[in-house]
């Protein structure tokens, strides 16, 4: 089994930066693709970002493209989510995700197979 805890995220004005956190136990995490999620209310469940299970790659949607920043420590077994210039529309429920293959994956929500619980982000105007 994989646990997958997501922390860091709060209540900021626009303009303002956060950091979450993704520690992951159970499955050798060190060898799967990981991705950040988003979802607002109403809306769907939306790819965010990923990194490549070397950390060599990373992925990301236009909508963060230049602002947020993915990474990973495989020592610690933790992937990162920085996130600088935040907007209201930025506000959601951010889950991290394991990918459900080794090694590889895709940006599909589909494909990862183990979620966290989620961590809240609130922009305010």
């Known amino acids: 089994q994989v646990q997958l805890v997501e922390s860091g995220g709060g209540l900021v004005q626009a303009g303002d930066s956060l950091r979450l956190s993704c520690a992951a136990s159970g499955r050798t995490f060190s060898f799967y693709r990981v991705g950040w999620f988003r979802q607002a209310p109403e809306k769907e469940r939306d790819f965010i970002a990923a990194?490549?299970?070397?950390?060599?790659?990373?992925y990301y949607a236009d909508s963060v493209k230049g602002r947020f920043t993915i990474s990973r420590d495989s020592a610690k077994s933790t992937v990162y989510l920085q996130m600088n210039s935040l907007r209201p529309e930025d506000t959601a429920v951010y889950y991290c995700?394991?990918?459900?293959?080794?090694?590889?994956?895709?940006?599909?929500?589909?494909?990862?197979?183990?979620w966290g619980q989620g961590t809240q982000v609130t922009v305010s105007s």
């Open positions: 995700a394991q990918a459900r293959t080794l090694y590889t994956g895709t940006n599909y929500a589909r494909d990862y197979d183990y």
């Open positions: 990194i490549h299970w070397s950390g060599s790659r990373t």
